[in-house]
């Protein structure tokens, strides 16, 4: 999924009390443990770095956001001013999505109430805001069917255009088939789009037949400015597999092609949707569950209309609800795992484009209730939103690397000096010889744990790529061999120095601090605790 953009998620956001700080958490805990609609939400951050939340209370969606990563959260808006009778469940929630040029926007699922009733009647509601999230769009209606049954289990995303897509599960051909005493299997995929910042939609076009019932769709922009579907179907035999889909605006969209093939036959219900991520390098990064031979979670590099290459069982019983990012060459996996004592958030990492995977770890646990995990990225950070009885939690991913060395070229040089787009970048030059080098990484690596979202710690060896295997040991010595690290490629070091300060000279150890305002601070030999304060971020 496109994470830096939109997520949807399960979270615990309480809407009876707006309250700060531990007296927050006792209340989502609350809430949730009276009345588990209240975990129902989505979240994104915006460009600017800003988490934005939609969540359903009280015939209500409210959206709020926050600027400290989810330690505080602004006092909630509404986004429908009249109340609607919102629907939720494991894998429906509303969703929300942030435009390149800040507009917002949300959908979420409503239950008309009707005489005699209609129990899934469902229909797919949307609203957005142009400024900055204080007033909201009147909501509309987005499937052009209303027929009593459902149009549910929709996503919401944002392509790098600004185009929004909406997708969701809809019973329309299914009743079809029904009136003209035909079969139809499962439910269709339908999906519309804007190209005016959300003011108008076009006609709903079909995507697929026969998709499974109650499973999640999974979105994420192409490389190439399309958008990527991929979703649960349920094939001939009740054979409940996935497949892989562009939705096109021009023309009429193609046939699904089949994605994965491990022939789980069952006639129910798993809800239990996929996860999609595809890497600017075009690898489309899926993950599924199924149970063919036990529950199990499964990544694989999906090869529409064969199987997926690099499949890997990620984990087996106990696990659920997994999610997918990707930046540059990095994937992460995240999922829940149940036992008797709880829950359990676990993560793995690949640093290769999916090719090796880290052994798994835990990164987060719950004694009580919890939610499906949702990745976001935010500047090529992971971060997992994790919703539990004790309140809502926004888990920041530690750099966790296999001991890699990358070479740093003259030409690498303006990159790893660029400014980032927030918090700040340290690097810290130092040499195998230099006895005052440990001291800085140590206590550098110390502050990046304890600033974690604002700070990103990069180590540069002087020695050069001949010394390789010293180097890492080095590293593993010090417990740093988990940070991104870097050597010196060239074997005239005298022209890196001058490349990265004038006035250097070569001394060790070298301190170098990028801030996101454009600031640059250099610190040469051992720091003092007086800056280190100073690198330390506001």
């Not at 990064?285 to 090869?303: D, K």
């Not at 300060?501 to 003092?528: C, E, M, Q």
Request: aromatic share 10%.
């Amino acid at each position: 999924m496109y994470r830096s953009l939109f997520v949807p998620l399960l979270l615990l956001l309480p809407l009876l009390g707006f309250a700060h700080g531990d007296m927050q958490h006792m209340q989502e805990g609350q809430q949730a443990a009276a009345n588990p609609a209240a975990l129902a939400a989505g979240a994104a951050f915006d460009n600017q770095g800003r988490l934005w939340i939609a969540s359903a209370h009280d015939n209500y969606i409210w959206l709020r956001h926050s600027d400290d990563y989810g330690k505080t959260l602004s006092t909630p808006v509404k986004v429908n001013q009249q109340p609607e009778p919102i629907f939720v469940s494991a894998e429906i929630s509303p969703k929300v999505a942030v435009g390149p040029d800040g507009t917002i926007y949300v959908t979420w699922s409503v239950l008309p109430k009707a005489d005699p009733p209609h129990w899934w009647k469902i229909n797919v509601r949307f609203a957005r805001s142009t400024d900055d999230g204080k007033h909201f769009s009147k909501p509309v209606t987005i499937n052009d069917d209303r027929g009593r049954y459902t149009h549910s289990y929709d996503a919401l995303a944002v392509d790098h255009n600004g185009r929004v897509y909406i997708a969701w599960l809809d019973a329309r051909n299914n009743k079809a088939a029904a009136a003209a005493n035909q079969s139809y299997r499962g439910l269709s995929v339908y999906y519309t789009w804007s190209d005016d910042d959300g003011q108008s939609f076009a006609s709903n076009h079909k995507l697929a037949d026969h998709s499974c019932e109650c499973c999640r769709i999974a979105l994420s922009p192409t490389p190439n400015g399309q958008m990527a579907a991929f979703y649960r179907m349920v094939y001939s035999g009740q054979i409940r597999d996935h497949a892989f889909s562009i939705l096109r605006t021009q023309g009429q969209p193609k046939q699904p092609e089949r994605a994965t093939f491990s022939n789980w036959h069952i006639t129910a219900c798993p809800e239990h949707g996929p996860g999609l991520a595809i890497g600017n390098d075009g690898i489309r990064h899926g993950v599924w569950f199924e149970a063919s031979n036990g529950p199990a979670i499964w990544y694989g590099q999906l090869q529409p209309g064969q199987p997926p290459a690099r499949k890997l069982k990620v984990a087996g019983p106990g696990a659920s609800h997994a999610d997918i990012a990707v930046h540059d060459k990095t994937v992460w996996l995240t999922w829940n795992q149940v036992s008797d004592t709880g829950y359990k958030l676990k993560l793995r990492v690949s640093h290769d484009s999916g090719k090796h995977f880290a052994q798994e770890r835990v990164i987060a646990s719950a004694s009580g209730a919890v939610d499906s995990p949702q990745l976001m990225l935010n500047d090529g950070h992971a971060y997992v939103a994790w919703n539990t009885a004790a309140g809502f939690r926004l888990v920041a991913v530690q750099p966790q690397r296999d001991a890699t060395l990358v070479s740093l070229t003259m030409d690498d040089i303006p990159n790893l000096l660029a400014t980032p787009k927030q918090g700040k970048r340290v690097v810290e030059f130092w040499a195998l010889y230099c006895v005052y080098c440990e001291p800085n990484l140590s206590a550098l690596a110390k502050l990046e744990q304890a600033y974690p979202e604002r700070m990103r710690l990069v180590t540069v060896a002087t020695d050069g790529m001949a010394q390789r295997e010293t180097i890492m040991a080095r590293l593993q010595h010090m417990h740093m061999a988990t940070y991104p690290a870097r050597a010196y490629a060239s074997t005239n070091p005298a022209r890196m120095n001058y490349r990265i300060a004038k006035n250097w000279g070569g001394t060790l150890p070298f301190t170098v601090v990028i801030d996101a305002n454009g600031s640059r601070h250099d610190y040469l030999g051992k720091l003092t605790t007086a800056q280190l304060k100073q690198i330390a971020p506001d």
